[in-house]
C-alpha cells in the first residue's frame, strides 16, 4: 500500500475555477481509477481551537480562496502500479495540463509544480466512514 501527502504550493490565492475543479477532481479519481483506496483533497482551514484547547465559539470563518496558499492531497493507493497509474493516467494528466499553471512551477520539471510530498508507512489506524 502507498500512502502520501502532497503540498501543493499556490502562486496566487484558489481562483474558483481552480476550486470547481477541486471540487470535482475526487469524483472523477474515484470513477476512473479503481486501486486508489483514499483521494482527499483540501485546502488550508482556520485552527478550531484556541489556546486552552478550547473549541473557538464562534468557530473562525473559512480562509478565502484568495488567501489560500496551498492544496494538499491525501492520497492511499493499493500498491506502486495504482500510483504509477494515477500519475500517469488520463485524470491526473488533465488536472496537470490545465491547472499546473496555478501552481509554483517546478524548475527541474517542466509543466509541473512543485510538489512537497510525504510517503507514509502506516503504524495502525482506521479510516471511519460517515453517513452524508
Known amino acids: 500500500m502507498i500512502t502520501l ?3 501543493w504550493e499556490l ?5 474558483t475555477h481552480l476550486k470547481d475543479e477541486l471540487d470535482s477532481l475526487a ?3 474515484k470513477a476512473m481509477e479503481p486501486d486508489t483506496l483514499m483521494y482527499l483533497v483540501h485546502l488550508q482551514a482556520p485552527g478550531p481551537l484556541d489556546a ?3 473549541p473557538v465559539e464562534p468557530p473562525p470563518p473559512l480562509i478565502p480562496l ?3 496558499n496551498e492544496v494538499i492531497f491525501l492520497e492511499i493507493y493499493k ?4 500510483f504509477s497509474r494515477h500519475v500517469n493516467g488520463p485524470v ?3 488536472f496537470l495540463k490545465g491547472y499546473s499553471q496555478y501552481f509554483k512551477p517546478d524548475p527541474e ?3 509541473w509544480p512543485v510538489t512537497n510530498n510525504t510517503v507514509l508507512s502506516r503504524v495502525s489506524g482506521f479510516i471511519r466512514t460517515t453517513a452524508d
Do not use: E, M, T
Open 27 to 29: 469524483n472523477k479519481v
Open 92 to 94: 491526473f494528466q488533465a
Open 79 to 82: 500498491d506502486d502500479v495504482a
Open 5 to 7: 501527502i502532497s503540498r
Open 109 to 111: 520539471r517542466p509543466g
Open 11 to 15: 502562486l496566487d490565492g484558489c481562483p
Open 52 to 54: 486552552s484547547n478550547n
Open 66 to 68: 484568495a488567501g489560500q
